[in-house]
Each structure stands twice: as structure tokens, then as C-alpha cells.
Nanobody
Framework: QVQLVESGGGLVQAGGSLRLSCAASGSIRSIDAMGWYRQAPGNQRELIAVATSGGTTNYADSVKGRFTLANDNAKNTVYLQMNTLKPEDTAVYYC???????????????WGQGTQVTVSS
């Protein structure tokens, strides 16, 4: 079994910063990609940042230059540093990972439980 556990959400004023963490645990052979989605009320879930095992990191245009994704491969953990936050960044943030489990040669996606980020104006 594989779990993704998130932490670090909360309430912050516009212009402030937050850091989200997501740790993957369980019977993991390798992680192919790991990143973050977010979903605001009434909106579809959108990908905002992802890092692949090949070493590439991609960001949504809406967060480029403000958000930074970093990963600690030894800990199977990914961090999302969010700076210069705006009210429109308010959403539930979900960690997502594509993982190969022990004994499996096919990967599948896993979601965290979500963490609320609220940015006040």
C-alpha cells in the first residue's frame, strides 16, 4: 500500500508565503513523477507543478516565478514553496505521484488527501 501525506496549508495574507510538503510512504520501488494540483471551488483540478524522475520540472503559467518545487528523493518527499501568494491561489492543494510499487512493473497514480490554502486580500 502507498500513501501520500501532505502538510503545510493554512491562511496567509496576499504577498505572503507558505510551504507545502508531501511524503510518500509504503511499498515503493520508485517514483516516476511527483507534484501538485489544486482545485478552487467551482473549478476543475489543475496541475500547477510536477517533477519527473528524468530531472525535469514544469510549472503552470499562473505560478511560474512564484512557486518552486523541490524534491528529496531519499525521503520520497516533495516540497512546494509558494511565494508572493495571491487571493486567486486560494484552493485545496493535492499532492499527486506516479509510483511503481514493489513487485510491480507498471506504475499508477496516487493522490494525497488535500490541504487547504487560503490567501486573504
Amino acid at each position: 500500500q502507498v500513501q501520500l501525506v501532505e502538510s503545510g496549508g493554512g491562511l496567509v495574507q496576499a504577498g505572503g508565503s507558505l510551504r507545502l510538503s508531501c511524503a510518500a510512504s509504503g511499498s515503493i520501488r520508485s517514483i516516476d513523477a511527483m507534484g501538485w494540483y489544486r482545485q478552487a471551488p467551482g473549478n476543475q483540478r489543475e496541475l500547477i507543478a510536477v517533477a519527473t524522475s528524468g530531472g525535469t520540472t514544469n510549472y503552470a503559467d499562473s505560478v511560474k516565478g512564484r512557486f518552486t518545487l523541490a524534491n528529496d528523493n531519499a525521503k520520497n518527499t516533495v516540497y512546494l514553496q509558494m511565494n508572493t501568494l495571491k487571493p486567486e491561489d486560494t484552493a485545496v492543494y493535492y499532492c499527486y505521484a506516479t509510483i511503481f510499487r514493489q513487485g510491480s512493473w507498471s506504475s499508477r497514480g496516487y493522490w494525497g488527501q488535500g490541504t487547504q490554502v487560503t490567501v486573504s486580500s
